[in-house]
C-alpha cells in the first residue's frame, strides 16, 4: 500500500483484503450455537432426554406473604423452610438423573416480593438456539423476567428474543408437541400479540414448524395449554377446556397419539427425564395415585419426588411449572 495513498484509498483496498480474505458467513444462527455460545443451548421438545433445567430457590421473597393470603395467591401461610426442603428433594431427583440443575439469579433489593419466582416455566421459554423471554401478565409476578434474563446472560445462553409491546406469554402456555409442532395457548396469560411474536422468532429459526394458537378456557380457570407430553409421540389432554379441532390437529397433523385425561387424575405433574422415564409429583391424593397408574399403564418408569408445599393443593402450581427445560437431546426418531 503506498504511503501517498488517500484515507479513501486506503479504505477502498482494506476493504478488497477483507472481502478475499474473510468472506461473510452463509451459516445460520441455530448451526453454530454451540461454537459460538458455548452450549447447544435450546429445546424443540418435550420429552427428548433432558440435560439441564432452570429452577429457582425458595427465599426471603417468601416472607412478604401477609394477610388477606388471597392477594398472594395463597391458601395458607407458607413456612420458608419446608418450601426449601420439597426444593432440595426436587433438586436431587433431578440431579440423581444426570440433569444439571441451573438455580435463577435471586431477586435483588432489601425487600423482595416476587413470591410466585419458583414457578420459572414461566418468565420464559426455549426454542431452538436459545430462549424468549416473556411478559408475565399480572403485578403480581412481572420482575421475575429481569432475573431470569440476568441469569441466561451470565450463562452465556442466547436471549432471542423479549416480548414488547402489549405483548404477554407465559412459558406454561408453549408446549412442543413436536419438534415441527408448537402449540399456544392464548388465553389471559398469554394473548394473541405474546402468541404472534413467539411464533415469528421459532419460525425465523424453522420456517416448517407448524405453530399452533389454540384458545384454552379452563372450568377451573387454570390457564395452562391442558396437554402433557408423557413419551414421543404420547400426550395426554384435557378436552374440557379446548376446542374439538385441537383433538384433531394433534391426531392428524402432529401423528400424536391423543389419551384422554381420566376425570379426577392429576397427570400435571409430570416431567419427562427421557424417553420412557418421567419425574412425578408424588403424593397420597387419590388423583395422584390415578396419575401415577396412568403413566405406569402406558409402561413408562415413573421417578416419585413429594413436593407438598411447592405444588397443589398446597400451592398453586404443578413441577411443570417449577422447571424450565434449557437444554434436551433431540427425540429419538
Known amino acids: 500500500m503506498s504511503t501517498n495513498a488517500t484515507i479513501s484509498d486506503r479504505i477502498c483496498e482494506f476493504g478488497s483484503i477483507y472481502a478475499q480474505a474473510h468472506p461473510p458467513l452463509t451459516t445460520r444462527f441455530e448451526e453454530e450455537v454451540g461454537k459460538y455460545w458455548g452450549r447447544n443451548w435450546g429445546v424443540t421438545s418435550e420429552v427428548g432426554h433432558l440435560r439441564t433445567v432452570l429452577v ?13 393470603l388471597v392477594r398472594w395467591r395463597y391458601t395458607e401461610k407458607p413456612v420458608l423452610a419446608e418450601m426449601q426442603a420439597a426444593f432440595g428433594r426436587l433438586c436431587a431427583s433431578l440431579r440423581d438423573e444426570g440433569v444439571e440443575v441451573i438455580v435463577r439469579k435471586p431477586e435483588a433489593g432489601a425487600r423482595p416480593r416476587l413470591v410466585k419466582s419458583i414457578y420459572t416455566r414461566d418468565p420464559s421459554f426455549t426454542v431452538q438456539g436459545g430462549v424468549i423471554i416473556g411478559r408475565l401478565y399480572d403485578a403480581l409476578r412481572r420482575g421475575e423476567e429481569i432475573y431470569t434474563a440476568q441469569t441466561y446472560a451470565e450463562l452465556g445462553c442466547p436471549i432471542l ?11 406454561g402456555s408453549v408446549v412442543w ?38 384458545e384454552v378456557d379452563h372450568p377451573s380457570g387454570h ?13 395426554v389432554l384435557d378436552r374440557r377446556c379446548v376446542p374439538d379441532w385441537f383433538g384433531d390437529w394433534l391426531a392428524k397433523e402432529a401423528k400424536v397419539e391423543v389419551i384422554d385425561k381420566p376425570p379426577g387424575t392429576y397427570i400435571e405433574g409430570t416431567v419427562v427425564l427421557r424417553p420412557g422415564r418421567v419425574l412425578y409429583d408424588d403424593g397420597i391424593q387419590e388423583e395422584r395415585r390415578r396419575g401415577r397408574a396412568l403413566l405406569k399403564g402406558l409402561g413408562l418408569e415413573v ?16 413441577l411443570h411449572c417449577l422447571t424450565m427445560p434449557m437444554i434436551r437431546d433431540a427425540e429419538p426418531a
Open 303 to 318: 421417578v416419585p419426588v413429594n413436593l407438598d408445599t411447592l405444588t397443589f393443593p398446597r400451592n398453586s402450581g404443578t
Open 161 to 171: 428474543h423479549t416480548l414488547n409491546g402489549s405483548a404477554t406469554m407465559e412459558g
Open 56 to 68: 429457582h430457590q425458595p427465599g426471603p421473597e417468601i416472607e412478604a406473604i401477609e394477610e388477606p
Open 177 to 214: 408437541v413436536t419438534p415441527k409442532h408448537l402449540a399456544i395457548g392464548v388465553t389471559p396469560r398469554g394473548n394473541a400479540e405474546g402468541a404472534r411474536q413467539v411464533r415469528e422468532v421459532v419460525n425465523a429459526a424453522a420456517p416448517e414448524v407448524d405453530v399452533c394458537f389454540v
Open 223 to 235: 390457564l395452562d395449554v391442558p396437554l402433557t407430553m408423557v413419551d414421543v409421540r404420547r400426550a
